[in-house]
């Protein structure tokens, strides 16, 4: 495949920016830093045009904060100016990285998600009777800048934008030389575009045809059990050498029958369920939620759009009995 030229300037185009600052500020148009930039957004606008024309970023500034849901992650938030700048690259840069995925690639990707991934999963399922299911060790912590690097000049020939991303990726380590901050918009593609490699070898060189990859989190299926030993032998070597990556000692190697943990789900032939941890997300962040709305954090459409996604959450599963318990045990906003 050919790499990608001349998208520098695309990014650096005011009209680029402005659409930038809409993306990042959807949802959060009351939060006090997208108001103090919406303020003098022209003068705003500008600066960051300037920073990109004079490749002088003014980047690196995170607010670091700690989440526990579904487990506990430390969440690197970049300053707002930031968030529009990593708008405005992947405005232009996300149909580049789109190009390199496999088809059963499911995160960060429109018209994939959470939701797709468990019922390709099923799909699998059906058809075979052993399941492989993998992660990664500590995966954004682990990320090599030396190889993001390496793997970016490949998709990209453009040395102004290969020096925007080494700027960015510079500005955050775990340890000498590793690590990607969790909770940034080009973190997050940067991370799924890196396991790519991995994807195209276990499809093309090794002839997996049963695979699927959300982020870290990856399965593979087969009929055969012994197969499906020698592709984790592969992987793991793979990932060692490639991309400087161990595997989470938690590798699950079992018969479909007896259902698939992923993504919050157990998945089964022929039905799936929710795993406990995700009913008691569904029962805390829907408490949560109403919360707000009740408290006037959120507006009624606010609590609509967040209340849509959680109910499709759960409605990936077979939880109508479960649903209807909660609901009528703690009641539905008129």
């Excluded at 030229?5 to 809409?22: D, G, M, Q, T, W």
């Excluded at 989190?217 to 161990?246: C, G, N, V």
Aim: charged share 30%.
């Amino acid at each position: 495949m050919k790499r990608a030229k001349h998208l520098y300037p695309l990014i650096a185009a005011p009209e680029n920016l402005k659409s930038a600052f809409v993306k990042a500020a959807r949802g959060k148009r009351e939060y006090p830093e997208v108001i103090a930039f919406s303020r003098g957004f022209d003068r705003n606008i500008a600066a960051l045009q300037r920073q990109l024309q004079e490749k002088d970023f003014d980047i690196g500034h995170y607010h670091f904060f700690v989440v526990r849901d579904p487990k506990v992650r430390a969440i690197c938030a970049a300053a707002f100016p930031e968030r529009v700048l990593h708008h405005a690259i992947m405005n232009v840069c996300e149909p580049e990285f789109e190009k390199r995925h496999i088809h059963d690639s499911y995160a960060c990707r429109r018209g994939k998600g959470n939701l797709r991934a468990v019922v390709r999963a099923q799909q699998f399922a059906r058809r075979n009777r052993w399941y492989l299911k993998l992660d990664i060790r500590k995966y954004f912590d682990c990320i090599d800048h030396e190889t993001s690097m390496e793997l970016l000049e490949r998709a990209f020939h453009d040395a102004d934008l290969l020096f925007l991303f080494r700027k960015i990726l510079a500005t955050y380590h775990t340890a000498p030389g590793k690590g990607i901050p969790i909770g940034n918009l080009f973190s997050q593609h940067l991370a799924n575009f890196y396991l790519s490699v991995l994807d195209h070898r276990l499809k093309e060189a090794r002839n997996v045809k049963c695979y699927l990859r959300y982020m870290d989190d990856f399965m593979l299926f087969s009929p055969d059990k012994q197969r499906l030993l020698d592709e984790l032998h592969a992987i793991r070597d793979f990932l060692r050498e490639r991309l400087h990556l161990e595997l989470k000692n938690s590798v699950q190697l079992n018969q479909t029958r007896l259902g698939a943990p992923f993504l919050g789900h157990r998945i089964f032939p022929a039905h799936t369920r929710l795993l406990s941890g995700g009913l008691l997300r569904f029962s805390r962040r829907y408490r949560e939620y109403e919360r707000n709305y009740c408290e006037g954090v959120w507006s009624e459409k606010e609590l609509a759009r967040r209340m849509e996604a959680l109910q499709a959450f759960v409605c990936s599963s077979d939880s109508l009995r479960f649903r209807k318990h909660f609901i009528g045990r703690f009641g539905v906003l008129s």
